[in-house]
């Protein structure tokens, strides 16, 4: 099976320059934790995701004001692409390398397409989900925002 056929399609996304607080009300709205950070509308080429947890951990648990900050003040870098005609097996093994529960989904031009979530392979393929759910979650040092 191939990650286009389990991924969310055209995800909502955002630019390094958007606001935080459009960026929680988008995260709000589609019900997700993450959106793909694009260079630009035109182009959609993935450069970093931002999460919830970007959000928490690298603005306001410092201090900082999230009225008065952008994507590009948190987001994580590089953002973890897949091909959509890669395979829940190479996604689930890319999750478990890099310890992240989201991947950016790119078509053939490179433009975001989709993310494929940890979530979005469990209800697929039973058989990888507990050993990536074990492996995403074990502890580190730095803590794993994707």
């Not at 286009?4 to 009300?25: D, G, Y």
């Not at 793909?36 to 999460?51: H, K, N, W």
């Not at 031009?109 to 979530?119: E, F, I, K, N, R």
């Not at 058989?127 to 040092?141: N, Y």
């Amino acid at each position: 099976m191939n990650v286009s056929e389990i991924m969310t399609a055209n995800p909502a996304c955002c630019t390094p320059h958007t606001e935080l607080e459009e960026v929680a009300k988008l995260l709000v709205s589609c019900d997700c934790g993450m959106l793909p950070v694009i260079e630009s509308e035109e182009t959609r080429r993935p450069v970093g995701a931002v999460t919830d947890r970007d959000i928490v951990c690298r603005i306001i648990a410092l201090g900082e004001n999230p009225l008065k900050k952008r994507v590009v003040d948190c987001m994580s870098t590089p953002g973890f692409t897949i091909s959509e005609h890669d395979t829940l097996e190479f996604a689930a093994e890319l999750m478990e390398k890099h310890r992240i529960r989201r991947l950016i989904v790119t078509d053939e031009d490179g433009a975001v397409s989709g993310v494929v979530s940890q979530a979005d392979i469990a209800r697929h393929s039973r058989e990888k989900a507990g050993e990536l759910v074990e492996q995403v979650s074990q502890p580190s040092g730095e803590p794993s925002t994707l």
